[in-house]
């Protein structure tokens, strides 16, 4: 029984990165050509497309936390349908401040460059 209701998580918790990670492709991807062509009235579907990826990470992040999963070690397992043992477990509990960090200065920065990088091809091909 835990092992189907584990396969069960599993597939959902991949179910649902996998929609999330669409959704911020096509949110980051989208930004420059909406308020591009769009000027303000941009706002409306770049907000939409905001308040549905936030809607799945959030679905993502409940998953995460009902299995007590956030190191990306621990992720892995996770999917795999494995546990960590107690030792590994607690030195990714010591490492999660650290990632967190990381993850938002890392994410900001791709976020960043590819937007710059829309916003200079539409303007070179478009001008």
Same mark, same amino acid.
């Given at each position: 029984?835990? /092992?189907?209701?584990? &396969? ?14 669409? #959704? ?7 930004? +420059? ?24 990470? *959030? ?20 999917? &795999? ?6 030792? #590994?477990?607690? +030195? /990714? ?29 539409? #303007?070179?091909? *478009?001008?």
């Amino acid at each position: 029984m835990k /092992e189907i209701i584990s &396969e069960q998580e599993i597939k959902k918790f991949n179910y649902y990165g996998s929609i999330y990670t669409v #959704h911020l492709a096509v949110l980051i991807i989208s930004a +420059v050509p909406l308020f591009m062509w769009l000027g303000r009235y941009a706002y409306i579907p770049f907000g939409i497309l905001f308040i549905i990826t936030m809607y799945w990470a *959030l679905k993502v992040e409940k998953l995460k936390k009902k299995n007590d999963i956030q190191t990306y070690k621990e992720i892995v397992a996770f999917t &795999e349908g494995k546990k960590l043992d107690e030792l #590994h477990k607690a +030195v /990714e509990v010591g490492k999660r401040p650290y990632q967190n960090i990381l993850k938002v200065i890392i994410s900001a920065g791709v976020t960043a460059m590819v937007c710059f990088l829309i916003g200079v091809l539409m #303007h070179v091909f *478009l001008n």
